[in-house]
């Protein structure tokens, strides 16, 4: 469904300069029986001296700003 939404909305514009946003972020999941989790750099309760991390899914969102 992504693919198709992307090529039209590049169909519609042609020869056009179109800027892309993404953005990451870890979805918090605890507990022993949770499929595909990892351990994962949590920026936001990071700090310079202190590294914060978070058990979950790491989910990537790539957008076309239109």
Known sequence: MG???ATAIIQLIPGERITVAMDDITAQHKGKK???KGCHHDAVRSTHTHIAYRWGHKWVVLAIVV
């Open 34 to 36: 949770v499929y595909g």
């Open 3 to 5: 693919r198709i939404l």
